[in-house]
Nanobody, 124 residues
Framework: QVQVVESGGGLVQAGDSLRLSCVAS????????MGWFRQAPGKEREFVAA????????YYADSVEGRFTISRDNAKNTVYLQMTSLKPEDTAVYYC?????????????????WGQGTQVTVSS
C-alpha cells in the first residue's frame, strides 16, 4: 500500500507564495503520475496540476496556469506544488494523489492513492 502525505499548507495573504510538498512511499514512486487537487468549502474537489512519471508532461487548471508549478524529485519520493500570486479563491484543502500507471491526467479516478490533504488559506 502506498502512503501519500502532504505538508506545507498554511495561512498567507493575497499575493504571497507557498510551496506544498507531498511524499509518497514505495519503491516505484518514479513510475507514478502525480497530481494535485483541491476542495474549497461547499465545492467539489477539482483538478489543480499533474505531472507525468518522467516529469516531462504537465497539466494545469486554467485558474492556476502561470501561477502554480508542479515538479518532482524522484530521489526524495517527493512532488511539489509551488504556488505564487495566491488569491483568496485559492483557499482550499489541497490533496496530493499518485497514479500507479503513470498516466498524467486531470481526472480523479486515474489516481489510486490519495493523501489526507493540507489546508491553504489565503486572506485578502
Amino acid at each position: 500500500q502506498v502512503q501519500v502525505v502532504e505538508s506545507g499548507g498554511g495561512l498567507v495573504q493575497a499575493g504571497d507564495s507557498l510551496r506544498l510538498s507531498c511524499v509518497a512511499s514505495g519503491r516505484t514512486f518514479s513510475r507514478y503520475a502525480m497530481g494535485w487537487f483541491r476542495q474549497a468549502p461547499g465545492k467539489e474537489r477539482e483538478f489543480v496540476a499533474a505531472l507525468s512519471y518522467t516529469g516531462g508532461s504537465t497539466y494545469y487548471a486554467d485558474s492556476v496556469e502561470g501561477r502554480f508549478t508542479i515538479s518532482r524529485d524522484n530521489a526524495k519520493n517527493t512532488v511539489y506544488l509551488q504556488m505564487t500570486s495566491l488569491k483568496p479563491e485559492d483557499t482550499a484543502v489541497y490533496y496530493c494523489a499518485a497514479g500507479r500507471y503513470g498516466r498524467v491526467s486531470r481526472v480523479q479516478y486515474e489516481y489510486d492513492y490519495w493523501g489526507q490533504g493540507t489546508q491553504v488559506t489565503v486572506s485578502s
